[in-house]
């Protein structure tokens, strides 16, 4: 089962890039990589997902790299609305036979003026 | 569209009384989930519903019952509350209408507002 691991905190100032790392080094070859965001104590926010090539919407950029082990989240011009806790994730088997999504700890990102 | 409607938003409970958390979902989807979050945690998956009729266990599935009432409605049951159970439960849904379900748009979660519950 592929699981992942995300730095606990990083900071960002404002109008500048967030670029949020994940490794994965453990996920196959059809196995994708999505990533939410959690803000404050609402319910997470699906942002994006990735399979093997760079994906783009009009939350953020997600690049994966060649070998697949590792991605990176991109906030272009974050804000302080983008402060959160960002999770990278992967699906884990479970005995009733399908793969879910399994949260870990994420990121606390932090936006600063 | 209401999305995912949680209710309560807040409960207190005392050691080893019962309540239900209900959950529902006004997009179609055929997969419901209950997530809990502890202080400064990530998520942890209670229990899913693939589809309307069936159930299975998550990550931390002891001391909880759910029940897939109908396509849109998912309960979550404590039958004798602890205060291992304190903790913020999400329910969520998913599933694209049509969708093969290895389409990867399947795991686009949506989630409801979350119930705070306090076990004394």
């Known amino acids: 089962d592929a699981k992942t691991t995300q730095p606990p905190s990083m900071d960002c100032a404002e109008g500048r890039a967030a670029n949020l790392p994940c490794n994965h080094s453990?996920?196959?070859?059809?196995?994708?990589v999505y990533w939410y965001r959690q803000i404050h104590s609402q319910g997470p926010q699906y942002i994006i997902h990735?399979?093997?090539n760079n994906e783009t919407n009009e939350m953020a950029s997600l690049i994966i790299t060649e070998d697949r082990k590792s991605s990176t989240l991109i906030l272009p011009h974050a804000t302080l609305r983008d402060t959160a806790v960002y999770y990278c994730?992967?699906?884990?088997?479970?005995?009733?036979?399908?793969?879910?999504?399994?949260f870990g700890a994420g990121t606390r990102l932090a936006v600063h003026p | 569209n209401a999305g995912v409607t949680q209710t309560p938003k807040f409960q207190v409970l005392k050691t080893g009384q019962s309540m239900t958390l209900q959950c529902a979902q006004d997009?179609?989807?055929?997969?419901m989930y209950w997530y809990r979050q502890d202080p400064g945690m990530g998520l942890r998956l209670i229990y899913y519903s693939a589809s309307e009729g069936t159930t299975d266990k998550g990550e931390v599935p002891n001391g909880y019952n759910v029940s897939r009432l109908n396509k849109r409605e998912f309960s979550l049951r404590l039958e004798s509350a602890a205060p291992s159970q304190t903790s913020v439960y999400f329910c969520?849904?998913?599933?694209?209408?049509?969708?093969?379900?290895?389409?990867?748009?399947?795991?686009?979660?949506?989630f409801g507002s979350g119930t705070q519950l306090s076990v004394l």
């Open positions: 994730i992967v699906k884990v088997r479970f005995s009733g036979g399908y793969n879910k999504l399994i």
């Open positions: 969520a849904s998913s599933g694209v209408q049509g969708a093969h379900r290895l389409d990867p748009l399947n795991e686009k979660l949506f």
């Open positions: 997009m179609n989807h055929n997969s």
């Open positions: 990735g399979l093997k």
């Open positions: 453990t996920i196959s070859g059809n196995e994708y």
